[in-house]
Structure formats: C-alpha cells, structure tokens
C-alpha cells in the first residue's frame, strides 16, 4: 500500500481519529481499511490466510469511505475477523464502485492483542480530497 | 431556542469548543421545544454533544440517531449484595477471574446465549422480560427498571437483516471502551443521606455492590448506522437541512422516523436484554465463588437507567402538560417521587439514578427530584466526561503499569485489553464529585452514596 496513517488526538476525546494519506483513491481506502483495523489489534500479527470480499456502491466520496469501513466493521463483527491486507479496485463512473479483497484471520486472542472494539464509522469532521496530485483523509471511529 | 449548559465555573472552563457549537446546532432543530439542554459531564460527541437532552413537538418535531447515539441504550445497572468487603476481600480476585471468565469482554466476543436469527428478534423485541421467562433472572428483577426492561415501542419492521446478523451472538456480552462491571464497596464517609440509602437497601457497614455499564452491542451500532445513511436521503424529500451529517434526522411522524423509531426501541430492549443476561452471570459467579445460594447472597437489582435513548414522555411546558420527544445522549432520566414510572418501591424517593465514574475513582448513586423534571425534561448527567483523547492518555501510562498499580491501592483488574486499560485512566476523566456537585446543588438529583471500586472487569 504505497500510503501512510496516523492516529491523532484531535476531534475525539472519546474514541479514536486517524488522518491518512496515499498516492491515489484506491490506495488510501486501502490505508484506511488497514487504520480501522489497527486501532483494534496489531495488525503485523494478523496473517492473510482468510479472504473476504467486499463491494461497495457510492455517489459522493465521503460516502465511499463510511461504507467502506462499515462493511470492514461488520465483518469484523459477523466473522469475528481482523484484517491486514486489502486489494481495491474503484470504478468511478458513473458512480464509485468498489470492489475489495480483504485479508486476514479470525480473531485468536492467544496471538492477536486486542485493543479497543471500533463500533462505527462516521462522518463526525470526515474529510477525503486531492490535493496536488495526493490523496488525503481523516476519520473519527466511534469506539 | 436558546441552549442551556449546566455546569460550573470550572467545568465550563475545560468544555471543548465542540460542546458549544454543537448544542447550538441542536437548539436549531425544527420542533425543539424550550431549550436544547447539555448537562456538566458534556463533551465532544457526534452531532448532539455527550450530556445532551432535547424534547420534540411530536408533529412538528424530528427524531435523530446522532441525538440518542451509536450505542443505543447505553446504560446502568445496579445490583446490592448482602455482603460486606471483609467477606468478599479474601476472595476478590477468584471472583473477579471468575466474573471475567463469564461476561466475555472486548473485541469481537461472543455469548453463551445461542440464538438464531428469529430468536434474536424475539430477545431483541421483548427486552429484559424475554429473558426472564427464559431463566435468566427473576421478575422481581422487571420491578426495577427503566420502562419495566422493555419499550412497548419496539417493532422489528425497521430492522435490516444486517443489524440482526451483528447482534445475534453478542447477547450477554460486556463489549469493549468505556464500559465495564465493577464490584464496589459503601464506605461510611460516603453515604450522603442514611435514611434514602436504607431505603435503596444500603444498611451494612462496608456493603458490596455490583455495577455494570454496557449496551445494545454491534446491534444497536448497526441500527445507527442505518438510520444515518436512510435520513440522509429522507432528508431531502422532506425539506430538512442541518450543519453537520451526524445531525441527519426525519420528522418523528414521517414513515422513515417511526420505522427508526421502532427499531431503535428494538435495540434498547437488546441492551435491557444484554444487561439481564450479564446479571443472570454475575449471580453465577458469585454463587460458585461463595459456594452458598442467591437467598444469602442477595444480588437483587437496585435498579437499571438508559443514558442513550428517545422517548414518548409528558412534560408540562408553560403550564401545559404534552407529550413530547425527549432525546437523551449521555444524559439519564431523573423522574422526582410524582411520577408515574418511579417503581412502587421508590415512591416515596425518587427514581434512582446511577452515574457511572472512571474505573479509579468511583460512582454515584444519585435520587431524581421533580425538580429536574420541570427545569430538565427530567434529566441528569450520566458519568464523568472525559477531558483527555485516548491516545494521550496511552502516552501517558501503560496498561500494565496502570494494572499494577490499582492492584497496590486494592483494586483488582481483569481486562481483555491493556492499551485499553490504559485509555480508561482516572485522570483522563472529570473530577467526579465536582460534576455531581452540579446537579445535586441544582436540584436536580441528589447525592445517595459514592461507591468505591475493589474489583473492575474492563471491557
């Protein structure tokens, strides 16, 4: 993933808020797949051994996003599974329309060390632009 | 209307700048009725401010997901034991293993309760008395709660098969962050009026007591979200904008806000569910670990209040009584003796409410008055508030450390999570007591007893 995260401390006192950035579309809802996943396990220790797909369908880019990490946390949820590699494809004409690999494993609480539980994305100071030919975003994750 | 934050000098003075221009976007809703309100333990939320209250015309007004929250009847749940510390103390920590062991907490856990996707609907419509005619509990219990554990309200009909998926395995689960099951002591110095905390069954020196805050899980989280994306769209057809997202909202007797409406109510009936089944384990626990019965024990329910939640309430306004829409966001129901849904039991108090304080410093059991039904739609605060991120507070103490350390001053943790640990500490909240101090010298709710912890299973 040719992108980095960052968790910050502004814009959620009582959960987790990450900014990312990438060098396109695709890769930074990739980088962002990675930091919803981080803020609850390491995600180095998380082997790619299980996949899923994901498929999302959007008009505006903030809503790609938040679905995209709803359907990361659902599967979270419904497969007890924590991701750590993502393969995104993402069409956008004449709406965006994502299409994902996600890797991973099923929670092992004996390898993995669980942090916090993300619950839900939201929109709450979400941000994702272009700016000079990188991509950039910011996300508050209710925990 | 205007908003009205209740807080003193010093708490206003440490309110994040969001508290303000949220409660300001709040007071702009349409069919808001007197003022939007933000209790002392406000802070930074999504759309409404956590501690934010705000009561609805129901046929002018609107119904909103950001204005009850994700964690749909997030609540308290109080249990006294007839146990004292000294009996409990050479046993503390086989207990707290053993409660651990049997409240699955933190990411992605299941429960012991198995349910197929129609069972689940049942539990999740019939709340807390499905689970007592299941066995878990008994109906002495239903006496007292909330709306009796059950909103009459609940209709599956607006539920997505994907919120039924989410919450399915998690009944009887505690969940992760903030949310925990306490075992804590009354200590002499901390009982603020003798004759009520008799009353409420608080009568022996260095009495134990469960405490327990948790809700409706991945269902209820999944219940908001839907909404959030559905009332984005609704909002258009009918009209409505609002300064932030989080805010999206329906009018209350439009098709889309009482679809919500019943299922919201669906889900806090899972977290009423939730929480009796948790109770139904915490017996379990304590029977194994002291070897005796329930009978001896004790372990009934003081009662259980919902600080995430909409409700159909009267209230007089201007001298008039009417039924409106109140929307409480980490904020609790704080009903005076006169009101009707203040169980039998507690007629002659006042509904208990219970303020749920940072794993180190303790929590409160406050009484509600009529007081705060005239200034407050019946409402209160609902714990401390934070004032640091969870990052900061992972900066400045590791969970290990911080596990080590409650141990040396008599606090027994069992946590899923260190890092987690590590974000829950005591100074990364408010100063309990000067955040109760707001309501009880308002008039609002008055201070009960202060509880202190010795043991905390954190989610």
Not at chain 2, 50 to 79: E, Q, T
Not at chain 2, 127 to 145: I, K, N, S, Y
Not at chain 2, 148 to 159: F, I, M, V, W
Request: some cysteine; charged content about 25%; aromatic content about 8%.
């Amino acid at each position: 993933m040719a992108g980095t995260y960052r968790f910050i401390e502004d814009g959620a006192q009582a959960d987790v808020a990450f900014t990312a950035e990438a060098d396109s579309l695709t890769s930074l809802l990739e980088i962002c797949g990675e930091a919803t996943f981080a803020a609850m396990t390491d995600t180095k220790l998380v082997k790619p051994v299980e996949r899923h797909t994901v498929t999302v369908q959007a008009d505006a880019l903030e809503d790609l996003l938040f679905d995209w990490l709803s359907e990361l946390i659902f599967l979270k949820d419904t497969e007890e599974f924590v991701a750590s590699r993502f393969r995104v494809r993402c069409p956008d004409k004449p709406s965006f329309h994502l299409q994902a690999l996600v890797e991973g494993e099923a929670i092992d609480r004996r390898r993995h060390q669980m942090n916090v539980d993300v619950k839900a994305a939201t929109y709450h100071e979400m941000d994702i632009h272009q700016e000079n030919g990188r991509w950039f975003a910011k996300v508050v994750l209710d925990v | 209307m205007p908003a009205r934050l209740l807080a003193s000098d010093d708490l206003m003075a440490t309110m994040d700048d969001g508290v303000f221009r949220q409660i300001t976007n709040v007071a702009c809703l349409p069919g808001i009725v007197e003022h939007a309100l933000c209790m002392p333990d406000g802070h930074w939320g999504y759309g409404f401010p956590i501690g934010g209250v705000a009561a609805f015309d129901l046929d002018s007004g609107i119904i909103s997901p950001g204005g009850i929250g994700f964690d749909i009847n997030c609540g308290m749940r109080l249990l006294r034991t007839n146990l004292t510390e000294s009996q409990v103390r050479p046993r503390l920590e086989e207990l707290m293993t053993r409660l651990f062991e049997a409240v699955p907490s933190g990411v992605g856990t299941r429960g012991f309760v198995r349910l197929d996707d129609r069972r689940f609907e049942e539990a999740a419509v019939g709340g807390a008395p499905w689970c007592v005619a299941e066995g878990f509990g008994t109906r002495a219990d239903l006496a007292h709660m909330e709306e009796q554990g059950r909103l009459e309200a609940a209709d599956p009909s607006g539920l997505s098969p994907r919120s039924i998926q989410r919450g399915r395995d998690q009944l009887g689960t505690l969940g992760s962050g903030n949310h925990y099951l306490e075992v804590q002591v009354v200590r002499p110095e901390n009982v603020y009026d003798q004759a009520a905390a008799r009353a409420l069954g608080f009568d022996l020196e260095n009495q134990v007591a469960v405490m327990l805050h948790c809700g409706s899980r991945g269902f209820g989280h999944q219940v908001g979200t839907d909404y959030l994306k559905i009332f984005q769209t609704a909002m258009k057809r009918y009209g409505l904008r609002t300064p932030d997202r989080e805010l999206a909202c329906a009018p209350f007797r439009s098709p889309e806000g009482q679809l919500y409406f019943g299922a919201m109510a669906a889900a806090a009936n899972s977290a009423f569910a939730n929480r009796q089944v948790i109770t139904h384990q915490i017996r379990q626990a304590f029977c194994e670990t002291f070897d005796t019965d329930l009978e001896e024990l004790g372990l009934e329910l003081v009662y259980d209040v919902a600080h995430n939640i909409a409700k159909v309430e009267e209230h007089v306004v201007n001298g008039v009584r009417r039924k409106l829409l109140v929307h409480r966001k980490g904020a609790t129901r704080s009903f005076g003796k006169s009101q009707a849904d203040v169980p039998e039991a507690y007629r002659a108090l006042g509904q208990p409410v219970i303020v749920g304080g940072s794993m180190e410093t303790g929590s409160f059991l406050l009484l509600g008055s009529d007081d705060s039904q005239v200034q407050n739609f019946g409402s209160t605060l609902h714990g401390s508030g934070r004032t640091m991120s969870r990052v900061a507070a992972r900066k400045r103490i590791r969970g290990d450390k911080l596990q080590r350390d409650m141990h040396h001053r008599g606090i027994v943790v069992k946590t899923a999570s260190l890092s987690g640990l590590a974000e829950e500490a005591g100074f990364a909240y408010k100063n309990i007591n000067e955040v109760v101090d707001v309501v009880h010298d308002l008039g609002i709710s008055r201070k009960v007893i202060r509880f202190e912890p010795i043991g905390n299973v954190k989610g």
